[in-house]
């Protein structure tokens, strides 16, 4: 339902819409804005922001990521193909949401992502707190955050093992891969040894027996040949071929 929390008086001043599911955190954000005069309008998901957005001068746009129906991103991309050219807030706890976002949407999208430890503590000690300022929902709501945060450092504590294994992995296969390499430039050098003899012999000036005649060629191309299969049959039989 749309709620408007500001005086007339304070028409022109930036006009702030918050989009969440959670009535708590709505009217919570809501009340700050108040005091600095902002004209706070507040949706509970994407169709409602869409209309407050066709009905409203809105300056800018303060949306939580995972609400029922559309989330925050296709709440943004909406409003963006509606013409509504708004900057935006996007507030989540989920770290892979701006791996998700495109060039275009990171230009349009602030992206609340602090470093969740000390949140953990800070959220810890508000679960713990008892006091008048906070509604009852908002203590449920903040005792709720305290644990999927917690559940947040867990799995990224998993994923970072998981990155470490990974990359082991990935250096252990290019080793091999490597290996792998050497070992059959070393197989082809190997092979192709008696060749290089038998002809860099032959190459010489010196009158080696069969020179200029057909056994020698012959005498050659046994040298060549028979060395070079005895070496392809061996490595076969190692299992190096």
């Not at 809105?58 to 709440?75: A, H, K, S, W, Y």
């Not at 792998?180 to 082809?188: A, F, G, M, R």
Request: contains cysteine; negative net charge; aromatic residues 6%.
């Amino acid at each position: 339902m749309l709620a408007m929390c500001a005086s007339d008086e304070s028409a022109r001043s930036p006009g702030v819409l918050i989009v969440d599911d959670d009535v708590g955190i709505r009217e919570n954000i809501a009340d700050l804005l108040s005091t600095e005069d902002y004209r706070v309008y507040s949706a509970a998901d994407a169709d409602e922001a869409l209309h407050v957005l066709e009905a409203e001068d809105i300056d800018l746009l303060v949306t939580d990521f995972q609400m029922p129906g559309r989330n925050g991103v296709e709440l943004i991309e909406a409003a963006r193909k509606a013409n509504h050219l708004v900057p935006a807030i996007l507030m989540t706890a989920y770290l892979y949401v701006y791996e998700q976002l495109d060039a275009d949407r990171r230009k349009d999208i602030t992206l609340l992502r602090n470093s969740l430890r000390p949140q953990r503590d800070v959220l810890g000690n508000l679960a713990r707190l008892e006091s008048p300022v906070f509604k009852k929902e908002t203590q449920n709501y903040i005792r709720d955050v305290h644990d999927h945060m917690i559940r947040a450092l867990d799995t990224l504590d998993t994923l970072r093992e998981i990155a470490t294994s990974l990359m082991e992995v990935q250096t252990t296969l290019a080793d091999f891969q490597l290996n792998e390499i050497i070992k059959v430039l070393t197989v082809i050098f190997t092979v192709t040894l008696p060749l290089t003899i038998v002809t860099s012999a032959f190459g010489m000036n010196v009158a080696f027996y069969g020179i200029n005649q057909p056994a020698g060629l012959y005498l050659a191309l046994a040298l060549m040949v028979v060395p070079t299969l005895a070496l392809v049959v061996w490595l076969r039989r190692k299992k190096w071929l």
